[in-house]
């Protein structure tokens, strides 16, 4: 597609359940970024992949949360056991060059852990 | 510890009247910023940028200015169209570690007819 795309669009899971949301970058582009982003509030970066090596997950809020990209193009976001906290829109994004600057964004999975 | 700031969590406009969103930022190791634009249920899209070497930069209806002694930049629209109405994201990249983007909390921008 044209576009970065990421399923499922939606999301509910039960408290301690385990999610993996799935994001596709544009074809061809180097870096690949997810964000949480939690009602009210702005993105907050979780962690960054350039091809498939996890550069910097500095922002991933605890090690429930688990990111991979194993062929340097699709990757997911395994969220272990969630809890409400973890109720957020997951955004990713991709761009070309390392720099996340213009850096092109999917449409999020909402997540909500009941 | 929020380093980008949008102090105004909405702003309304008519339509034809500029538009200005602030926005404050506190770490002086930023040197890129970016404007995105979000509609309900999309992700943002990148709208507009400026780099620290510059104090403003025009895009058709958009312009972005930035004033560095003061940790200060702002977007502003003009004219404003109803089709603008959306939340704006101010957004900041340090010059170490340009991968990651922090974002401020949005303003809502709403351009009434």
């Known amino acids: 597609g044209a576009g970065v795309s990421q399923s499922p669009r939606y999301k509910v899971a039960k408290r301690g359940q385990d999610v993996a949301l799935r994001c596709d970058p544009i074809?061809?582009?180097?870096?690949l970024f997810w964000y949480q982003q939690a009602l009210g509030q702005g993105p907050e970066f979780l962690t960054y992949?350039?091809?498939?090596?996890?550069?910097?997950k500095s922002g991933l809020p605890s090690d429930r949360f688990f990111a991979e990209r194993p062929e340097g193009s699709v990757s997911t976001l395994k969220i272990q056991r969630t809890q409400q906290e973890d109720s957020a829109v997951y955004l990713c994004?991709?761009?070309?060059?390392?720099?996340?600057?213009?850096?092109?964004f999917g449409q999020g999975t909402r997540l909500t852990v009941v | 510890d929020q380093q980008v700031k949008q102090n105004s969590p909405s702003l309304s406009v008519q339509e034809g009247r500029i538009s200005i969103l602030n926005c404050d930022y506190t770490?002086?190791?930023?040197?890129?910023f970016l404007w995105y634009k979000k509609y309900p249920a999309e992700g943002p899209t990148f709208l507009i940028s400026?780099?620290?070497?510059?104090d403003k930069n025009e895009d058709g209806r958009f312009t972005v200015f930035l004033n560095k002694s003061a940790k200060h930049l702002s977007l502003h629209i003009v004219p404003s169209q109803p089709g603008d109405s959306a939340v704006y994201f101010c957004?900041?990249?340090?010059?170490?570690?340009?991968?990651?983007?922090?974002f401020g909390k949005g303003t809502s921008l709403l351009v009434t007819p």
């Open positions: 994004a991709s761009s070309l060059v390392g720099r996340g600057t213009e850096a092109f």
């Open positions: 074809s061809g582009h180097v870096s």
């Open positions: 992949f350039q091809n498939e090596a996890q550069l910097d």
């Open positions: 770490n002086s190791m930023f040197d890129y």
């Open positions: 400026i780099s620290s070497i510059k």
């Open positions: 957004a900041a990249s340090p010059a170490d570690s340009g991968y990651a983007l922090n």
